[in-house]
């Protein structure tokens, strides 16, 4: 069974703080990982994806990978009211056409 | 900006009818997925699609359900004989090339109500 697993939360920081969102996962042959956020009611909608370990940045968000420990996360910079929404985090692996999500983290972040 | 397209937005059926959900991939994708999300709960992954076949599907896409890209532009997901159980919010996602990495891009999903 592959298992993407996070923190459901809710998570609640105060404007203009780091949000910190936490993934791990049990398959090793997981390829490439994905942060996707949705609003209640809509669509997960991709905010950005990693493949290889180490940090990437996109604008106030960070993507950090860590293949040795299964884990991966997301920093948020500088939280505003508007990121308040559902994280999921999702997981392709190697050779496969089949992506795993985790059940979301929901974050608020408080003006 | 492109974006996949999926109709209905809402279907409401009764038990044991059929359905059909449609999905317009991005055009220049090759790679398709069915999701469902029952209220609450996590995305699952259902089917994919590739070079007109399925890919992979997982267990929850037993036979009474079925994919089809009848005309080169739309993706559908026929339900056969519908259930309570099957209510969730059904998406429709295509994979393309960005950055060098294959990502996918969700559609906005069609909310499936079985009385």
């Known amino acids: 069974q592959k298992e993407v697993e996070q923190n459901s939360g809710p998570l609640s920081v105060p404007e203009g703080a780091i949000a910190s969102l936490n993934c791990t996962y049990s398959d090793r042959g997981s390829q490439s990982f994905f942060w996707y956020r949705q609003y209640s009611g809509k669509s997960p909608e991709l905010i950005m994806f990693?493949?290889?370990?180490g940090d990437k940045e996109d604008g106030r968000f960070t993507a950090q990978l860590n293949k040795a420990s299964q884990y991966v996360s997301l920093l948020i910079r500088d939280s505003q009211p508007s990121d308040s929404a559902t994280y999921l985090c999702a997981v392709n692996i190697w050779r496969s056409n089949q992506f795993y999500f985790g059940t979301g983290t929901s974050l608020t972040v408080i003006p | 900006e492109p974006e996949v397209t999926q109709t209905p937005s809402h279907q409401v059926t009764q038990m044991g009818q059929e359905v059909i959900l449609r999905c317009v991939p991005i055009s220049n994708h090759l790679y398709f997925y069915w999701y469902r999300q029952i209220l609450g709960q996590k995305v699952e992954f259902l089917v994919s699609?590739?070079?007109?076949?399925?890919?992979?599907k997982s267990e929850i896409f037993d036979d009474q359900f079925s994919v089809e890209r009848p005309d080169g532009s739309n993706f559908t997901l026929k339900i056969r004989s519908t259930k309570l159980e099957d209510s969730a919010m059904y998406f429709c996602a295509s994979m393309g090339t960005s950055g060098g990495m294959e990502t996918q891009y969700f559609g906005p999903g069609t909310r499936l109500l079985v009385l």
């Open positions: 990693i493949y290889s370990n």
């Open positions: 699609f590739y070079n007109n076949e399925i890919s992979e």
